[in-house]
């Protein structure tokens, strides 16, 4: 496909986002819209403080994602229990039973954010994941290895050696997510694993290597975890995601954080890319003339690995350039400013979400 064959308007299916960060409390209020205006659903993070560690707690979250939406947004929260060394197996069975969790969370404990609280040992929770495998609950899992003495760029790697193999092998039957995936040696693994292995790719690790954080200076809004990889791994992230292979979905980890928490002592790990997803996907998805395959990625992979229905609903694209701002600036519902920055700040992008048709 050459650049005067590309189409001025794509129609898709209506997309669902299979990992998304919506924080709590003010956050959430300024940046829930963000994820609603693009995704009929989405798989909702839970490494809040504290965790969502029971069904009431997700329960009660799920209540105030939907209360910091418009009247009427018909966009579905997909809540997940953080797993934690001692969470009771009867609690996720129940959670799932009544539909209030559709997945649970593997944080290896000092990961990534919020994940203190998670997992010390695999085998410390094999009682849970047994039942996970017997009622068909898929896990999702941050894959990194959490040792001091793996270089941060191989954890990925060494986690998928040391971790997943084995416990693909101990409970063969489980539904696996590897979630945002960054590495090479991830695609391999899951392109030559079982049916019940599959991972989410986001649009940063499409658009960007490691290279990104120091261009300049120290970047710290394209610090996130995993970090990036170099080039080559993210060629290989592409090559995945445009192939079709439907055990690759669409994944975004938009992770928001004020400038305080990105800039300060902390240097927060996330990447905020929610307002302009679907449009960051379709960049680098016409980039590789796969656009074609876009729809099964975006909208119908994930919904299909998760035994879920299709969206009725669409959205619809046009050729049109759109320029992300530097800065967003959001309030709250009490008026309480919050202030971010967009993947793609300062870009502008070759595809403008031009209207979302919400099904029946």
Known sequence: MTAPDFPRRLTLRQPDDWHVHLRDGAMLQAVAGATAAQFARAIVMPNLKPPVTSVAAATAYRRRIREALSDGCPFQPLMTAYLTDTIEPAEVERGFAEQVWVACKLYPAGATTNSAAGVSAIEAITPVLAVMELIGMPLLIHGEVVDPAVDIFD??????????????????????????????????????????????????????????????????????????????????????????????????????????????????????????????????????????????????????????????????????????????????????????????????????????????
């Open 155 to 360: 954890r990925e790697a060494v986690f998928i050696e040391r971790e997943l193999a084995p416990l693909l092998q101990r409970h063969p039957g489980l539904k696996v997510v590897l979630e945002h995936i960054t590495t090479a040696d991830a695609v391999d693994f899951v392109r030559s694993g079982p049916p019940n292995l599959a991972a989410t790719i986001t649009p940063h690790h499409l658009h960007i290597n490691r290279n990104a954080m120091f261009a300049g200076g120290l970047r710290p809004d394209f610090y996130c975890l995993p970090v990036a990889k170099r080039e080559l791994h993210r060629l290989a992230l592409r090559a995945a995601a445009t192939s079709g292979n439907p055990k690759f979905f669409l994944g975004t980890d938009s992770a928001p954080h004020g400038r305080g928490a990105k800039e300060s002592d902390c240097g927060c790990a996330g990447i905020f890319n929610a307002p302009f997803a679907i449009e960051s996907y379709a960049a680098a998805f016409e980039q590789e003339q796969a656009l074609e395959r876009l729809e099964g990625f975006a909208s119908e992979h994930g919904p299909r690995f998760y035994g879920l229905p299709l969206n009725s609903g669409t959205i619809t694209l046009e050729r049109q350039p759109v320029a992300v701002p530097q800065r967003l600036h959001r309030n709250d519902a009490a008026g309480t400013a919050v202030d971010l920055v967009p993947f793609h700040a300062g870009e502008t992008l070759p595809w403008r979400l031009a209207t979302t048709a919400a099904g029946t």
